[in-house]
């Protein structure tokens, strides 16, 4: 039926949840705190890191990444975005890496 959406599945036709792509910023997690804004318009992010460090998930300008904040593997997850939510912190635990934040919808 025309305007209805996509829904992807697997070989046994089971319903895949899935996203879309849309912004990515990319950054570099180092030894102080550091601070990337999260994609306009974005109310689902993924983030990804490839080393493990330390986020905070506010507004610009606010409190500093440090070692008591979210710890966050290496690797990578999805998170709900709040409405007054528009810019990341991070600082890494003790290796520097590279950090991804993406919008999805």
Not at 69 to 97: D, R
Request: charged letters at 10%.
């Amino acid at each position: 039926m025309p305007g209805q959406a996509t829904m992807f599945t697997d070989a046994n036709n089971n319903p895949i949840p899935a996203l879309r792509i849309g912004t990515i910023v990319n950054d570099t997690v180092i030894g102080s705190s550091r601070e990337s804004a999260i994609p306009t318009g974005a109310s689902c992010i993924e983030i990804a890191s490839t080393t493990d460090c330390y986020i905070t998930i506010g507004v610009s300008g606010g409190t500093a990444a440090s070692t008591t904040g979210m710890f966050f593997p290496k690797g990578a997850a999805v998170y709900a975005v709040g409405e007054l939510q528009t810019h990341i912190q991070y600082i890494q635990e003790s290796a520097s890496g590279r950090i991804t934040i993406t919008r999805l919808f």
